[in-house]
């Protein structure tokens, strides 16, 4: 989970405040990430971990390398807490936001260089608010890592949310993303628009917490997709996407003629 609690002395104001957390605990209680790391694991006995990326420093590569050093450590902790059960520890699930989805699927794409008794398997990933390119970010230009193989290689179910009053990540990221998305196997992706959304989900910042964690619960035990709150949209196939466009295109002259005529009606009574 990231972006973690950041580095003491930064995050405590502003608008990153509500995401990462500095060191205060009673920052860390607002983080969203805090609170679904603490959610998935009263839920479902997962151990979650919070990372922070390292400052000033390194772009994607050093923070996927970041990631691969924590799903390592993760693997080691649930070896020692399952090797008294015998049964083999459970895959590893990665949730970026942003930066850190890009820094995801980098560290996804690092997996196939380990050796196969030190790769950790993925179980789900879910990339929010995350672009597969675009400007310069965290020291290095997207472009320069083919996101989009690898996320076409991921070997695991992905959930991309996307607010769609982002102003930092344009919600056709979110339909690109969606498009290189492995769609071989029925249910394999799903692609949630949040109409009223932000670039940090705050406006539903309630609703995405619990649908995640529904969204998790479905991944792990099976259960049926979860319902989605309102001004939530979700798409599992390009033709429901497509479906969703050409509707959306469709209605659009009328709209504006709808929109025309209240206006010379406004026009005409201050006539």
Same mark, same amino acid.
């Not at 050093?62 to 902790?77: H, S």
């Not at 995350?130 to 890592?145: D, I």
């Not at 498009?179 to 628009?193: E, H, I, Q, T, Y």
């Given at each position: 989970?990231?972006?973690?609690?950041? =580095?003491?002395?930064?995050?405590?104001?502003?608008?990153?405040?509500?995401?990462? =957390?500095?060191? %205060?605990?009673?920052?860390?209680?607002?983080?969203?990430?805090?609170?679904?790391?603490?959610?998935?694991? #009263? %839920?479902?006995?997962?151990?979650?971990?919070?990372?922070?990326? /390292?400052? *000033?420093?390194?772009?994607?590569?050093? =923070? +996927?390398?970041?990631?691969?050093?924590?799903?390592?450590?993760?693997?080691?902790?649930?070896?020692?807490?399952?090797?008294?059960?015998?049964?083999?520890?459970?895959?590893?699930?990665?949730?970026?936001?942003?930066?850190? *989805?890009?820094?995801?699927?980098? +560290?996804?794409?690092?997996?196939?260089?380990?050796?196969?008794?030190?790769?950790?398997?993925?179980?789900?990933?879910?990339?929010?608010?995350?672009?597969? +390119?675009? !400007?310069?970010?965290?020291?290095?230009?997207?472009?320069?890592?083919?996101?989009?193989?690898?996320?076409?290689?991921?070997?695991?179910?992905?959930?991309?949310?996307?607010?769609? #009053?982002?102003?930092?990540?344009? !919600?056709? #990221?979110?339909?690109?993303?969606?498009?290189?998305?492995?769609?071989?196997?029925?249910?394999?992706? /799903?692609?949630?628009?949040?109409?009223?959304? %932000?670039?940090?989900?705050?406006?539903?910042? =309630?609703?995405?917490?619990?649908?995640?964690?529904?969204?998790?619960?479905?991944?792990?035990?099976?259960?049926?997709?979860?319902?989605?709150?309102?001004?939530?949209? *979700?798409?599992?196939?390009?033709?429901?996407?497509?479906?969703?466009?050409?509707?959306? /295109?469709?209605?659009?002259?009328?709209?504006?003629?709808?929109?025309?005529?209240?206006?010379?009606?406004?026009?005409?009574?201050?006539?």
């Amino acid at each position: 989970l990231g972006p973690g609690v950041d =580095a003491p002395g930064t995050g405590a104001t502003g608008a990153t405040a509500a995401w990462g =957390a500095d060191c %205060d605990p009673k920052l860390l209680e607002s983080s969203v990430y805090a609170q679904l790391g603490q959610a998935l694991a #009263a %839920d479902h006995d997962m151990l979650c971990v919070q990372v922070t990326w /390292r400052e *000033g420093t390194g772009g994607l590569e050093a =923070a +996927a390398t970041d990631l691969l050093l924590a799903m390592r450590w993760v693997q080691q902790r649930q070896s020692e807490r399952f090797a008294a059960a015998h049964v083999p520890p459970p895959d590893v699930w990665l949730i970026g936001f942003c930066f850190g *989805g890009a820094a995801l699927l980098t +560290a996804a794409d690092f997996l196939g260089v380990l050796d196969a008794t030190e790769r950790p398997q993925l179980g789900a990933v879910a990339l929010l608010a995350t672009a597969l +390119a675009g !400007p310069t970010t965290g020291g290095e230009n997207f472009e320069q890592r083919d996101l989009p193989r690898a996320l076409h290689g991921l070997g695991a179910p992905v959930l991309l949310l996307q607010g769609a #009053a982002d102003s930092t990540v344009p !919600p056709r #990221a979110a339909l690109d993303a969606f498009a290189c998305c492995n769609s071989s196997v029925p249910g394999f992706k /799903r692609l949630v628009l949040i109409h009223d959304g %932000d670039h940090r989900f705050m406006t539903k910042r =309630a609703d995405t917490v619990s649908y995640l964690r529904s969204w998790a619960r479905e991944q792990l035990k099976g259960a049926a997709a979860p319902l989605l709150p309102d001004g939530f949209q *979700g798409f599992e196939t390009d033709d429901d996407l497509q479906q969703s466009v050409r509707i959306a /295109r469709a209605a659009g002259p009328e709209r504006r003629a709808a929109a025309a005529a209240a206006a010379r009606t406004v026009a005409a009574a201050a006539a």
